[in-house]
């Protein structure tokens, strides 16, 4: 499969970490840059990141019908990141939590696609009960703690998660997703200052899809490689192409092992590309619309793993029902999603404190 | 010639201290740099060392002594003779306004909450809130505290003083100075089922992690359909202590309470930071909850009690009267407190209440007050804009508007960041007889 690297800076396969003895994950994740998936695990993962494909794509209909209002960011083209690390993590027991980009990370943990589509339209049957929206979604049942709407706060959050699980000695991590932007806010640095000293269990992901909003990382970062960003705290980094889900999946089970056996801390750099604007208002006037072609044509997540799968003597039929599978869950979602009622007005002043004072 | 060496003061709001230790004795010779002696402040075990050369001609203080007021001559170096000390440490100059405040607190009319023919004893202020941390961490073993200097440095104001010990590294854990991001872990930790209870060293330095404060802790909750909870208490000193400066010297309270979702607490005495420290701990959401450093070490009644466990959002009368409602809270109680007492003697009969929880306000009390009084004046320590005062003024107003004789009149701070000389501190600040003038003219005396 294609490996992808920035768009913007060179691929930085030659200079890892830099750092003496932070680069050794990374060199484990060279010498075995493909996980080894059986047939049935790899069409799971594409049929993951084909539902992800496809509710966003809806969702953004949605929106411009205005079913969907507020701030809505699609996950479209970075499908590979968050099905190929939440496959390396025991449900239910590990903890995730990452910012407002997060209806893929919902959908790759198996949330009902129907409450998550009912959340974006703000009805009571959302997962939220139609009072977070988009940005604002939780599973607690799953270990998914959201959902949140500040640059960078999940990391010190996250961090926290992992805080409780060597509290609680549950053998339990947390991997707490980020974007490039967000790699640039100050409490990222504290945390990972203080998940070092402390040896929490967590896993850092950097999403780098290359923009933040619209200013391209070489614009925001002087150390425009993000894997390198732990060295200061000793935390190993990895730099990995989140293009390529197998790839995604080999990293993780890397960063898991050693964040498990009571190490500390990793920091990945997952090498991605937003298809779509930040959110639905973008107007994309600071990227060519060659580049995301090109990205689309030659790096698509979805279209590598079919690429393997039909090698591997998979029938496209094979395929093709999945594909109309999926377009029947996303549109009974939608469905579902549009005639849910909205929630009551008395809702309006439940869940403001948990008792009653 | 003689060179009186006197109790220094070691922190900005240092009266007194404990002679712990002597390093020197008589007739020895001692140069700059040497320490001379150890002194226990009511935040620390400091070292005293020498800035002058000499013989230690006598030693005035003997180790072991308390409540030496600062300034006392503890010993001279070289010949002559000086002053006797001062009989009794009680006896010593009189403190600053703020701080005069009778050590022990009136006695206070029966409180619901604290059970009749309750044993009382006394306690500091800093004593009843370690008590507190340390109770509810012996009975919930999902309960630890975080923040800086709160683990081997006893607590940067020793209110932690003694849970290391106990507790051990696990559960008493200093932290970097990085409250961002400490308090982010705490309020992740609380998200994932721990009761973290995450000390600032001051409420000053918790503007860092405001961020955390609301975004994270008290919207999350809403945001989520009520599937998130967060049990988190922030606590640590807020408020103006003693010549600290502007970045050293604020009262967050009306920043605090003007969030849904928080529950904001702002006790006074001694029995109040226990019970509702304790209660705080327990209770779901999260919890700012205010102390003030130059309440900590004052004295008062206590309950003797196993588990002594106060209701969140309940305002208490301090004193009961007829003429005037004072409400206030935080130190701002025991000066209208004094206030009460000096109206009382011009034939004015204050009620004052203190408010114990800024959110939810408990609003009921402060009308019924006034349906009785029909005065209010209300004092606050921070200033006059959108503070407490003007939220009371503003309850006042739209819920009580046919009970008030005279318009609400708030005793705030002055509006201006707080300056540092003595003289212009002192100005800036409330006092009591400022809350005297403000309810002779609700009174129109």
Known sequence: MARTGKTQNPTPTADTTGNSGLDHLQQAYEANRLYAATDDELLHFYEQMVLIRRFEERAGQLYGLGLIGGFCHLYIGQEAVAVGIQSALKEGHDSVITGYRDHGHMLAYGIDPKVIMAELTGREAGISRGKGGSMHMFSTSHKFYGGHGIVGAQVSLGAGLAFSHQYNEDGGLCVAYFGDGAANQGQVYESFNMAALWKLPIIFVVENNQYAMGTAVRRSSAETHFHKRGTAFTIPGMDVNGNDVLEVRSAANIAVEYVRAGNGPVLMELNTYRYRGHSMSDPAKYRSREEVQDMRDHHDPIEAAKIELMKRGVAEDKLKEIDKKIRQIVSESADFAENSPEPALSELYTDVLVETY | ?445
């Open chain 2, 1 to 445: 010639m003689a060179i009186e060496l006197k109790m220094p003061a070691l922190s900005p709001t240092m009266e007194e201290g404990k002679l712990a230790r002597w390093l020197v004795k008589e007739g020895d010779e001692v140069k700059s740099g040497d320490i001379l002696a150890e002194i226990e402040t009511d935040k620390a075990t400091m070292e005293f060392e020498a800035v002058d050369e000499g013989t230690i001609g006598r030693i005035v203080v003997a180790e072991g002594t308390e409540g030496v007021k600062v300034g006392t001559v503890i010993a001279v170096i070289g010949e002559g003779d000086v002053a006797a000390p001062a009989a009794a440490p009680a006896a010593a100059a009189p403190a600053p306004a703020a701080v005069a405040a009778a050590p022990v607190a009136p006695k206070a009319p029966a409180k619901p909450e604290i059970p009749a023919g309750t044993n009382m004893k006394h306690s500091t202020v800093r004593d009843a809130l370690r008590d507190a941390m340390a109770e509810e961490m012996r009975r919930d073993p999902r309960v630890f505290v975080m923040g800086e200097e709160v683990a081997e440095y006893q607590g940067a104001y020793k209110v932690t003083q003694g849970l290391l010990q106990e507790f051990g590294p696990k559960r008493v854990i200093d932290t970097p100075i990085t409250e961002y991001g400490f308090a982010g872990i705490g309020t992740g930790a609380a998200m994932g089922g721990l009761r973290p209870i995450v000390e600032f060293m001051t409420f000053n330095f918790a503007m860092q992690a405001i961020d955390h404060i609301i975004n994270s802790a008290a919207k999350t909750n809403y945001m989520s359909g009520g599937q998130m909870r967060c049990p988190v208490v922030f606590r640590g000193p807020n408020g103006a202590a003693s010549r600290v400066g502007a970045q050293h010297s604020q009262n967050y309270g009306p920043w605090y309470a003007n969030v849904p979702g928080l529950i904001v607490i702002a006790p006074y005495d001694a029995s109040d930071a226990k019970g509702l420290l304790k209660a705080a701990i327990r209770s779901e959401d999260p919890v700012v909850f205010l102390e003030n450093e130059l309440v900590y070490g004052r004295t008062f009644e206590l309950p003797e009690l196993d588990d002594h466990v106060l209701p969140i959002g309940k305002a208490r009368i301090m004193r009961e009267g007829k003429d005037v409602t004072i409400v206030s809270y935080s130190i701002g109680v025991g000066m209208a407190l004094e206030a009460a007492e000096t109206l009382a003697a011009e034939g004015i009969d204050a009620e004052v209440i203190d408010l114990r929880t800024l959110r939810p306000l408990d609003k009921e009390t402060v009308l019924a007050s006034l349906a009785k009084t029909n005065r209010i004046v209300v004092a606050e320590e921070g200033w006059p804009t959108c503070s407490i005062a003007s939220e009371i003024a503003a309850i006042a107003m739209e819920d009580g508007f046919d009970d008030l004789d005279a318009p609400v009149v708030r005793v705030c701070n002055e509006d201006v960041p707080l300056p540092y000389a003595n003289n212009l501190e002192k100005a800036a600040l409330i006092e009591p007889s400022r809350i005297v003038a403000a309810a002779k003219k609700v009174c129109y005396r």
